[in-house]
DNA sequence: TCTGGGGTCCTAGGACCC
DNA sequence: TCTGGGGTCCTAGGACCC
């Protein structure tokens, strides 16, 4: 039915303006390797690497890197020999560094459209809706320069219908020199979707990827294809999502609003393998601190603590000793000085003497708003404690972190990680500024 | 010698209620 | 003596993501 409020002529150009839901996802190439670059123009067009903790795995790569074989997530150690051979520059990992340029990247993205869900430190899906379609892949190419230019971090794009679809479209952008690849407006996509392995496309991992092989699914265009009901009864509704997602409609929304956080983890690999209780009791007390005061920043309290302990799984494997145990506080909180004795009574539960821990770490659970789970109990005391710990934060905040602590978080800390390639960069700091010197 | 850390969601199964 | 079944809530464990 044809409206009367236009003329056929203004008709017929709306039509040719298409407007379908165009979903981006903007991701930064080797963004943790991009970062170290940024600040170290020697690095130009040399291979880099940036470690995990306690300088563990290999976690990004230059290019150059990734074209020796030095793989994602390969043990530093194993690595060593290309790495030495190659002239490889490594790096601990700096994330108050990375986390302050992701928030350069964040905020420059938010230009093109306050609609964006930041999914992770390096990656942000856009909706990019409002423009038409057959201008996606320019805006694409825009947002990229503008990027570049303000922030120094390349990135890779990919525009398509749904979420998924966006990533399997990164996918491609990330081979290919522009950059940019555009999903839209294309009729039939399924040649594009045979050329993506099953393992490459997001929400499938090594254990789905398993269970498609011994199906005969090898590609995305392959379990675009398959029936709904078999993957729903076979899987789960989450496989079924990813499946529909290929299809190009949208399942899974963008989450424009950062909601609140459901947990809280602290955990670390120690710098050593450790075997009393008093060292475990030392780091155990340490996350607690650093957790709770994370969580006292958002305002949260925690319904419930986990304590792990783990000796490592990659030997001995004889003697692996794994376990965890789970303590429910009588009210949520957020005090450190509770957390930390709760979490020593569990430590002690699941120590075991005689083994060489690898990693403890803590989970707070259950959280949830510190306003409203105020109850019937809460008293004056609670009150004196909240200023304790608010007290405590502010100091720690101006003086720099665990300038007030408890002493059972140990003063010498022998099971400190590792970091040994620190860039020391810090652009919240006048040190780090670059130096310029007049000749 | 040396193998990261921080999240979310789903499912199955048990406890409990009516 | 016979002893149901449906619903909800919670939790542990697994799978996935970056």
């Excluded at 997602?245 to 949208?250: A, N, Q």
């Excluded at 309290?301 to 783990?310: C, G, L, P, Q, Y």
Aim: with cysteine; glycine share 6%; proline share 2%.
């Amino acid at each position: 039915m044809m409206s009367p409020m236009y003329s056929s002529g203004e008709l017929s150009l709306m039509s040719s303006i298409q407007h379908t839901k165009k979903i981006a996802l903007v991701d930064c190439n080797s963004f943790y390797v991009s970062c170290e670059k940024l600040f170290n123009p020697k690095l130009r067009n040399k291979p880099v690497v940036v470690l995990s903790n306690n300088d563990g795995c290999i976690i990004s790569r230059s290019n150059e890197a990734k074209a020796l074989g030095i793989k994602m997530g390969e043990p530093y150690f194993k690595a060593k020999n290309i790495i030495i051979k190659n002239k490889v520059h490594v790096f601990s990992s700096n994330y108050a560094l990375y986390g302050d340029l992701s928030r350069r990247v964040m905020r420059t993205l938010k230009r093109f459209n306050s609609k964006i869900e930041i999914y992770s430190i390096d990656e942000a899906f856009l909706d990019l809706s409002d423009f038409p379609d057959n201008e996606a892949e320019d805006v694409g190419k825009e947002i990229r320069s503008i990027v570049l230019q303000w922030t120094g971090i390349p990135t890779s794009i990919g525009i398509a219908k749904t979420k998924t679809l966006s990533k399997v479209a990164n996918h491609i952008a990330k081979k290919i020199k522009s950059g940019v690849t555009s999903l839209i407006g294309i009729e039939n996509i399924d040649s594009i979707l045979e050329k993506i392995e099953i393992n490459d496309i997001w929400g499938v991992g090594k254990q789905l990827t398993k269970f498609y092989h011994k199906n005969g699914i090898y590609n995305a265009k392959q379990l675009k294809n398959i029936s709904n009901t078999w993957i729903k009864k076979s899987s789960n509704v989450l496989s079924s999502r990813t499946a529909m997602e290929l299809r190009g409609i949208s399942c899974i929304p963008l989450e424009t609003k950062s909601s609140k956080r459901k947990s809280c983890v602290v955990s670390r690999s120690f710098g050593k393998r450790v075997e009393n209780f008093q060292e475990l009791k030392e780091s155990v007390t340490s996350y607690c601190l650093n957790g709770s005061e994370k969580i006292r920043s958002e305002s949260l309290v925690a319904k419930s603590i986990t304590v792990f302990v783990r000796t490592s799984p990659f030997q001995n494997k004889g003697i692996y000793y794994s376990k965890s145990k789970t303590i429910y506080f009588p009210i949520a909180t957020n005090n450190s000085i509770e957390i930390v004795k709760t979490a020593l009574a569990a430590l002690k539960e699941i120590f075991k003497k005689g083994y060489q821990y690898q990693k403890t770490g803590i989970t707070l659970s259950g959280l949830s708003n510190s306003q409203e789970s105020k109850n019937l109990f809460s008293s004056i005391k609670d009150i004196k404690i909240e200023n304790l710990m608010k007290s405590i934060d502010n100091t720690n905040y101006k003086y720099g972190r665990s300038t007030l602590s408890l002493a059972e978080a140990g003063i010498n800390k022998r099971w400190n990680m590792k970091r040994n390639y620190s860039s020391k960069i810090d652009t919240a700091n006048f040190n780090s500024l670059p130096k310029i010197k007049a000749v």
